[in-house]
């Protein structure tokens, strides 16, 4: 079992930047694949980016990919993803979630932080 604590979201001017942060609790965080995943109002959820376990194995949406950065420190059991050059659509509830498992050749994301809001203005 894995419990999720996100933090670090607000409101933002188009162009700034924000850090989101994910505390986790339990056994075997650096075993975990973790991601962020975000959902806008009225649009589906939608996958952000992933780190494995040493924090080199990363991916990125196409999305974000040269803006937004995942990290982990797996001493501290967090994971945290800046966000720079933000835009207006990229104004969601983020959510933080860890996988340990694959499953038709998927990573399947079985632990769910609670979600931090995330606005940008124009």
């Known amino acids: 079992q894995v419990q999720l604590v996100e933090s670090g979201g607000g409101l933002v001017q188009a162009g700034g930047s924000l850090r989101l942060s994910c505390a986790a609790s339990?056994?075997?965080?650096?075993?975990?694949?973790m991601a962020w995943f975000r959902q806008a109002p009225g649009k589906e959820r939608e996958f952000v980016a992933s780190?494995?376990?040493?924090?080199?194995?990363?991916l990125y949406a196409d999305a974000v990919k040269g803006r937004f950065t995942i990290s982990r420190d797996n001493a501290k059991n967090t994971v945290y993803l800046q966000m720079n050059s933000l835009k207006p659509e990229d104004t969601a509830v983020y959510y933080c979630?860890?996988?340990?498992?694959?499953?038709?050749?998927?990573?399947?994301?079985?632990?769910w932080g609670q979600g931090t809001q995330v606005t940008v203005s124009s």
């Open positions: 780190s494995g376990w040493s924090g080199s194995s990363t």
């Open positions: 339990g056994r075997s965080f650096s075993s975990y694949r």
């Open positions: 979630a860890a996988s340990g498992r694959i499953s038709a050749g998927e990573y399947k994301y079985d632990y």
